[in-house]
């Protein structure tokens, strides 16, 4: 197959030697991200402050000339991913944040030639050739000889989409982490503090574990946990930013 920036779901799966439901269910668990490709479609962008960003709420993406930017592709959320996954036949692009610097984050919107966000079945969705390089990677560190006898023979999947969740990331792991902290201290985690409190005080329990930037770990982790645990903290901060 031809060295692409980017590569098809099927030809993702292709290159897996797994199926196209298999890549479709690894991006809705946040294993390998998933990108649509933009050039039929407006991008905008905003920025937000991350000591101003309150995550129980949506925040207004301006679709003006001020607030357009150019992107070949953007990513969209595990949970976008995940409803497509589930049969949903009328599935609104949400596209996931992305960190502009260490106090900013970039929010996105994106409108088709109706000027309205697009349904999935509008794009076309493709993954990142450095993120299937990373995939390889971990799945082989993660399991080298399980993994050497399944992707070397033509038509298997490199293991069960179940273990490729479980290896690929330190996700389980760092949840079984937080549950024992909320546990062990009594903690009632919506009245805790910040997102920047939660994250400091897990560093210091697990230092090797937790030791990852802010960024990492709210994209890496506290979005997917919040959203699987229903967690909604408290805060006394503006509840939107539009602009």
Known sequence: ??????????????????????????????????????AQFKAFAVKIPLDSIDEEDEYVVPADDEHLVN?????????????YESGGKSVKVELSSESYDEDTMLYFNLHNSHNKVPMLRECVMVVLKNDLNRFWWLAL??????CDNSI?????????????????????????????????????IESYGAKREIHNALKQIDKTLWQVSYQTFDGDFWQRCRKE????????????IKN
């Open 1 to 38: 197959m031809k060295d692409k920036s980017y590569y098809k779901i099927d030809e993702a799966s292709e290159i897996l030697n797994c199926t196209c439901d298999d890549v479709i269910y690894l991006g809705s668990q946040g294993s390998l991200p998933i990108y649509i490709l933009t």
């Open 71 to 83: 992107a070949d592709y953007l990513k969209l959320t595990p949970s976008c991913i995940k409803t």
């Open 141 to 146: 560190q993660a399991d080298k000889d399980a």
């Open 152 to 188: 070397t023979e033509k038509g298997q999947n490199i293991t069960s989409s179940s273990d490729v969740e479980k290896k690929l990331t330190k996700y389980d792991k760092r949840l079984e982490s937080f549950d024992k902290w909320i546990k062990e201290n009594d903690i009632n």
């Open 229 to 240: 645990r229903g967690i909604k903290l408290e805060s006394g901060r503006p509840s939107k």
